[in-house]
């Protein structure tokens, strides 16, 4: 069988991602994989038709396909999304539809199953028929059963397409509303006081509603509010997975575009952000990707401390829930607060307004008083995660990254606690006692609230 691998990773061949494929390939010879960089080609090929062509023409005479790519900020790299994108702007979906495909992705696991969320989304909008998916960690390659793991999957999806075997799909199709967002004057307005407001955008002429939905949300305040424009910005290319920011956060870019001084100089000095984009596929754009992307010259610290975050978005969020989930966790990881996101998906101006100003309002009481929400699990799962990796394989190369967990007390490992490490050994001792056990379980509840009745009673 022949099977298009088409390659997301920035690096070509070089990356980690690829070797996983090479091993596949050496496990069945018998199968002839087709390696495609898209990622590395992505700007030939977005201007080059033949280029987009002989990439159709692969996918189209092969068996299946396999998505291969590694986990950029919770979804694949920029320059992947952009040629998902190019598939169904320039309406080829039909040259991916009834092709048998499977997904494989490397990473440290961060997020990794919102990446193989999208991809399966994607998959079922192209009406391909998806057989599976494998997230392997970095090093997985060198474990004896992980090795046997990827042989398995691997071995499955060739069966899958020789089977014919039925699949279904998981995804629903996303329905967008034909609705005209006409705005209304902001009769009351807030003052955000030395507050600074800034609003990022990626709006394009032919995006009215998110154009107005931004114009209304800068009418609720009394004072400046500063919108930047991603297409405005020059913006040289999306992170190329180089790594060379690990050490002490200088980006290879560094200089040579706009991005890194308008994030340091707009994003972090602001005390109240907003982020604005319209639903593309299963995600924002492709321009969004690569500002999270680049971002990464931060490394894996949170850059956008203690601000308070909102989202204007132009589409079916709420049928798109891996995508809000994104949202969601990349604030609790910045450690920021995430006050609120409006969309224009039920199609009522009114009720528009209403929210747009509603979130205004917040933003700025949040700002004043310094709320930020207790994280739920995205961001305490995520930072541990962090926490672990940092402290360990990954401390070199991010210097950068150990040096700030250090001063922020990220490491706060629990076997660091000796009390506790203590009482647990003695009551762990005294469990061994059928009697002592019997009046626990008695006392249980009670003993459970005493610490805090003891704290509301002062």
Same mark, same amino acid.
């Given at each position: 069988?022949?099977?298009?691998?088409?390659?997301?990773?920035?690096?070509?061949?070089?990356?980690?991602?690829?070797?996983?494929?090479?091993?596949? *390939?050496?496990?069945?010879?018998?199968?002839?994989?087709?390696?495609?960089?898209?990622? *590395?080609?992505?700007?030939?090929?977005?201007?080059?038709?033949?280029?987009?062509?002989?990439?159709?023409?692969?996918?189209?005479?092969?068996?299946?396909?396999?998505?291969?790519?590694?986990?950029?900020?919770?979804?694949?790299?920029?320059?992947?999304?952009?040629?998902?994108?190019?598939?169904?702007?320039?309406?080829?979906?039909?040259?991916?539809?009834?092709?048998?495909?499977?997904?494989?992705?490397?990473?440290?696991?961060?997020?990794?199953?919102?990446?193989?969320?999208?991809?399966?989304?994607?998959?079922?909008?192209?009406?391909?028929?998806?057989?599976?998916?494998?997230?392997?960690?970095?090093?997985?390659?060198?474990?004896?059963?992980?090795?046997?793991?990827?042989?398995?999957?691997?071995?499955?999806?060739?069966?899958?397409?020789?089977?014919?075997?039925?699949?279904?799909?998981?995804?629903?199709?996303?329905?967008?509303?034909?609705?005209?967002?006409?705005?209304?004057?902001?009769?009351?307005?807030?003052?955000?006081?030395?507050?600074?407001?800034?609003?990022?955008?990626?709006?394009?002429?032919?995006?009215?509603?998110?154009?107005?939905?931004?114009?209304?949300?800068?009418?609720?305040?009394?004072?400046?509010?500063?919108?930047?424009?991603?297409?405005?910005?020059?913006?040289?290319?999306?992170?190329?997975?180089?790594? *060379?920011?690990?050490?002490?956060?200088?980006?290879?870019?560094?200089?040579?575009?706009?991005?890194?001084?308008?994030?340091?100089?707009?994003?972090?000095?602001?005390?109240?952000?907003?982020?604005?984009?319209?639903?593309?596929?299963?995600?924002?754009?492709?321009?969004?990707?690569?500002?999270?992307?680049?971002?990464?010259?931060?490394?894996?610290?949170?850059?956008?401390?203690?601000?308070?975050?909102?989202?204007?978005?132009?589409?079916?969020?709420?049928?798109?829930?891996?995508?809000?989930?994104?949202?969601?966790?990349?604030?609790?990881? *910045?450690?920021?607060?995430?006050?609120?996101?409006?969309?224009?998906?039920?199609?009522?101006?009114?009720?528009?307004?209403?929210?747009?100003?509603?979130?205004?309002?917040?933003?700025?009481?949040?700002?004043?008083?310094?709320?930020?929400?207790?994280?739920?699990?995205?961001?305490?799962?995520?930072?541990?995660?962090?926490?672990?990796?940092?402290?360990?394989?990954?401390?070199?190369?991010?210097?950068?990254?150990?040096?700030?967990?250090?001063?922020?007390?990220?490491?706060?490992?629990?076997?660091?606690?000796?009390?506790?490490?203590?009482?647990?050994?003695?009551?762990?001792?005294?469990?061994?006692?059928?009697?002592?056990?019997?009046?626990?379980?008695?006392?249980?509840?009670?003993?459970?609230?005493?610490?805090?009745?003891?704290?509301?009673?002062?």
């Amino acid at each position: 069988m022949k099977i298009a691998v088409l390659n997301g990773s920035p690096k070509g061949m070089t990356s980690v991602t690829m070797q996983y494929v090479h091993y596949i *390939q050496n496990e069945f010879p018998q199968h002839a994989l087709k390696f495609i960089n898209i990622s *590395q080609r992505i700007k030939k090929i977005e201007s080059d038709e033949r280029a987009f062509q002989e990439i159709l023409d692969e996918v189209k005479g092969s068996d299946g396909v396999l998505w291969a790519s590694p986990v950029y900020y919770f979804l694949v790299p920029a320059n992947y999304k952009r040629f998902i994108e190019l598939i169904f702007e320039r309406n080829v979906e039909s040259v991916f539809a009834n092709k048998y495909t499977a997904c494989l992705t490397t990473s440290i696991h961060f997020f990794d199953h919102t990446a193989h969320n999208y991809i399966h989304a994607v998959c079922d909008d192209l009406n391909m028929k998806f057989a599976g998916s494998f997230s392997a960690d970095m090093g997985d390659l060198r474990k004896v059963a992980e090795r046997e793991r990827l042989g398995l999957f691997a071995g499955k999806f060739f069966e899958t397409i020789e089977n014919k075997a039925p699949t279904s799909m998981s995804h629903m199709p996303v329905f967008r509303r034909d609705f005209d967002y006409l705005p209304g004057e902001a009769r009351d307005t807030v003052d955000a006081g030395a507050k600074k407001v800034v609003v990022v955008t990626d709006s394009q002429d032919h995006q009215l509603n998110l154009i107005s939905m931004v114009e209304r949300f800068k009418a609720s305040f009394s004072s400046d509010v500063e919108v930047i424009n991603l297409h405005d910005l020059d913006i040289k290319g999306s992170c190329l997975g180089c790594v *060379q920011c690990a050490y002490d956060n200088q980006c290879v870019y560094n200089d040579k575009d706009e991005y890194i001084d308008f994030f340091n100089t707009k994003l972090k000095t602001a005390d109240i952000l907003i982020f604005a984009g319209a639903i593309q596929d299963r995600y924002l754009s492709s321009r969004w990707k690569m500002f999270f992307d680049r971002s990464f010259f931060n490394g894996h610290a949170p850059s956008l401390i203690g601000k308070q975050i909102g989202f204007i978005i132009s589409g079916p969020l709420s049928q798109t829930p891996n995508l809000r989930q994104i949202l969601d966790a990349w604030v609790e990881i *910045q450690l920021a607060n995430l006050t609120g996101i409006v969309t224009d998906e039920f199609g009522d101006s009114a009720k528009i307004d209403d929210l747009l100003q509603d979130l205004a309002n917040n933003l700025v009481q949040f700002a004043d008083s310094g709320y930020i929400k207790t994280p739920t699990f995205l961001g305490v799962g995520g930072k541990k995660l962090f926490r672990d990796e940092i402290w360990g394989r990954l401390r070199f190369p991010f210097r950068a990254d150990y040096l700030l967990y250090k001063k922020l007390g990220v490491f706060d490992f629990p076997q660091k606690n000796y009390k506790m490490r203590i009482q647990s050994a003695f009551m762990s001792l005294l469990s061994k006692s059928p009697a002592f056990r019997k009046e626990v379980n008695k006392r249980m509840k009670d003993e459970m609230i005493k610490p805090l009745q003891r704290v509301i009673e002062g």
